[in-house]
């Protein structure tokens, strides 16, 4: 390596390690397992450049051999921790089967690839690192991407951030096999295609982070309501006709889950009016918490708060998310009492479940459906309801037939013949 690229892989190096950096303090202060994921990704992305550059060797004089190894491996082990954290990001184990499959086979699958090429002769094994990494970067891309298809707006920047992952991982390999007179110019281009991977994935890292600690902390969403900071009623109308559009693309599933609220009176009687303001924050957040942070949870009315889940993996993930969501907010709520004392609040509520489908109804006569099961969802026992497909009534999700029903085998009944058959015979 001359001066010129010594130059260009520090300044990469640095602007890494500079977000690592940012993202570690931020650990520091509100520590989880999102933003620990989020340092551990930064990290693995400066060992990649480090150990592909050659900068490694420039300053520590490693092995050849280990050197060799490291490589090899550090472009699919890298990639494949990477498709592992981004099933969390993008919450697809409740979404979409299809990505949740393919990026834990990936996050399983790089790694051990990268092992077995290692049996290979030596020198195809880098080759066959940088083609496995590659593979999974494109894989990353186009899970990120479908997702951004499926309602998911930060998705599509983390499409952009995987994208640029492609020339970075292959020039780092082409750089460390040393193909053919790679100047300082294109060095560069390489070093700043890893350092904007990283720069952009970081920022949309940190933007969702920032968002699930609000709703974590405040219960608060960015929307418009001006006490528990979710949707408005006409902002989520407009989310639910921009959502039906893309339904009409993607032919997926999803669903709306009215939470109705009986006699907060009573509450206000018992606590003040304040501490009916603190119930609607705390209900805000657990159904934020519940849904996810990719789906937009608003305020339809006073005591009605709107979730729309774009996309569900299956009709029978409704039982479970109607459940789940119910059992959440029934827990008792804290609140401060009229002279400032804690209060253990319990709320009564109802849940309204609606399964939406491609070309389904007007926003608005799906939501009168939702809080219409939310109201008779008050005398059941588990609080959540939705419409049985067999019956057309308002039933228990927990005893609902809302699984796809299986096709009838096919059997041949045997009819009388016609009468002019009968007759010649």
């Not at 990283?198 to 920022?203: E, P, R, S």
């Not at 709306?256 to 006699?263: I, N, S």
């Amino acid at each position: 390596m001359n001066t010129l690229t010594t130059m260009v892989w520090s300044m990469s190096l640095g602007a890494i390690a500079a977000v690592a950096v940012t993202r570690l303090a931020d650990y520091a202060a509100r520590p989880n397992a999102t933003q620990l994921r989020a340092v551990g990704y930064h990290l693995g992305v400066f060992l990649l450049v480090l150990v592909e550059s050659g900068m490694l060797q420039q300053a520590a004089h490693p092995d050849p051999a280990l050197l060799h190894v490291a490589q090899v491996l550090a472009g699919p082990a890298c990639v494949g921790v990477s498709t592992l954290w981004i099933q969390g990001w993008l919450g697809v184990a409740r979404r979409d089967w299809l990505m949740c499959v393919v990026l834990r086979a990936a996050a399983l699958g790089l790694p051990a690839l990268g092992a077995a090429a290692l049996t290979l002769p030596h020198e195809l094994q880098l080759p066959a690192g940088a083609a496995i990494a590659l593979a999974g970067s494109a894989l990353t891309s186009w899970v990120a991407f479908r997702a951004w298809i499926l309602g998911d707006r930060l998705a599509l920047w983390m499409a952009a951030g995987c994208l640029l992952t492609l020339p970075a991982i292959a020039g780092l390999y082409a750089v460390a096999m040393r193909l053919g007179p790679l100047g300082w110019q294109a060095q560069a281009a390489v070093a700043l295609a890893a350092a904007l991977c990283n720069g952009l994935t970081g920022a949309v890292l940190w933007q969702r982070e920032r968002h699930e600690w609000r709703t974590r902390e405040t219960g608060s969403a960015p929307a418009l309501d001006p006490v528990t900071k979710v949707h408005s009623s006409a902002a989520l109308v407009q989310r639910m006709v921009a959502s039906q559009k893309r339904r009409l693309r993607t032919r997926r599933p999803g669903a709306l889950l009215a939470v109705t609220v009986f006699e907060p009176e009573r509450i206000a009687t018992l606590a003040g009016p304040a501490a009916v303001n603190e119930v609607w924050m705390t209900l805000a957040a657990r159904l934020q918490r519940q849904v996810g942070v990719v789906n937009p949870v608003g305020r339809y009315w006073d005591r009605c708060f709107v979730a729309l889940v774009e996309s569900i993996a299956s009709e029978g993930a409704l039982r479970t998310l109607g459940l789940r969501v119910a059992c959440a907010l029934r827990q008792p709520v804290e609140v401060s009492g009229r002279n400032g004392e804690p209060l253990r609040v319990r709320v009564e509520l109802g849940v309204g479940v609606v399964q939406l489908r491609p070309g389904h109804g007007e926003p608005e006569d799906v939501l009168d459906t939702a809080q219409r099961l939310a109201q008779a969802a008050r005398g059941m026992a588990s609080r959540a309801a939705i419409t049985d497909p067999l019956t057309g009534e308002s039933t228990a999700v927990e005893q609902a037939r809302i699984e796809t029903r299986k096709r009838r085998p096919f059997v041949r009944v045997a009819r009388p013949l016609p009468a002019v058959h009968r007759a010649a015979r």
